[in-house]
């Protein structure tokens, strides 16, 4: 198909990269972010600067959005100065945050009324599947829109699946959140048990993660640990808030929780240490408090 220009708004540790694939793959792309450094950022990599999420609507025939919570993407796609004021029948909205779905649906449904279908498509995989275009991707929305926009999508994920109606995509990556800080926790506790026994932790992880339990957590989040790295790819803080939505949606649906509303607590008490801004490894200090250890190796 003819390339749309394509309108990106958000250029964080997700979407910078992601915006720069789709300019890599000669999309022509207007991007715009509340930091004008960012912006900046894409021009000099072949971008027109945007002003305004409006502007960049009227400018595209086709917008991506990926900004941090629900109230963002109400602003960024229903406010004043909004998408939804720049945007013609025809167009389309490929909606990539992790927000509560039900304000995804109100949202599309708002597009809706305007000629302007929109696909909920979060995405999992981190900043480093955001540069290398390996995202996993989990859609919501129209069909016929799904399958039209699948060669965008490509451009920057590798796994990518339709689910459903406006609001499936988003309902899918809480499910992806609830086992990835189940994971997270299992790997702090492995590494924490080896600790208070006093065993090598490194070989510990090293024997563990050939085993039965590896998984791409244990590979990748376990030597941070262990070297006390928590520079964050995904923040403790944007985990918390994406545990918020799935309580939110668990509690609509009557579904028990409860690991994943444990470790939702042990993140809160990072938090109010005031660690929100460490990297989800970090979960491990909780562990530390909790059993008078500490993890290295």
Not at 127 to 148: D, H, K, N, R, Y
Not at 226 to 253: C, H, I, M, N
Request: glycine share 12%.
């Amino acid at each position: 198909m003819t390339k749309p220009v394509i309108g990106f708004i958000g250029l964080g540790r997700m979407g910078a990269p992601m915006a720069k694939n789709l300019l890599a793959a000669d999309h022509p792309l207007i991007a715009y972010d509340i930091v004008p450094d960012k912006v900046e950022a894409l021009v000099e990599a072949g971008a027109k600067a945007g002003s305004s999420c409006r502007q960049v609507a009227r400018e595209s025939q086709l917008i991506i959005s990926i900004v941090p919570d629900s109230p963002d993407v109400e602003e960024a796609i229903l406010g004043a100065e909004g998408v939804i004021q720049g945007v013609s029948a025809g167009d389309v909205l490929i909606e990539m945050s992790t927000i509560a779905p039900g304000v995804g649906r109100r949202v599309a449904a708002a597009l809706d009324e305007k000629g302007v279908p929109m696909l909920d498509c979060p995405v999992s995989g981190g900043p480093q599947g955001a540069e290398a275009g390996t995202l996993s991707i989990m859609s919501g929305g129209p069909e016929e829109t799904f399958q039209q926009y699948l060669p965008v999508l490509q451009v920057m994920g590798e796994r990518i699946e339709h689910f459903g109606p406006s609001g499936s995509g988003y309902m899918v990556k809480l499910c992806n959140q609830v086992g990835c800080v189940i994971t997270i926790q299992a790997v702090c506790e492995v590494l924490g048990l080896a600790a208070k026994a006093g065993l090598d932790v490194r070989k510990v992880w090293q024997t563990v993660g050939s085993g039965l339990a590896a998984s791409r957590i244990m590979e990748l989040l376990g030597p941070k640990m262990l070297e006390r790295d928590y520079a964050p790819g995904f923040t403790l803080s944007l985990q918390e808030k994406d545990l918020r939505l799935v309580a939110a949606a668990a509690d609509e649906l009557e579904m028990p929780l409860p690991a994943t509303t444990l470790v939702h607590q042990l993140i809160r008490s990072l938090s109010a240490k005031g660690k929100g801004e460490l990297g989800t490894q970090a979960l491990i200090l909780a562990l530390e408090d909790l059993a008078n250890c500490k993890v290295e190796g």
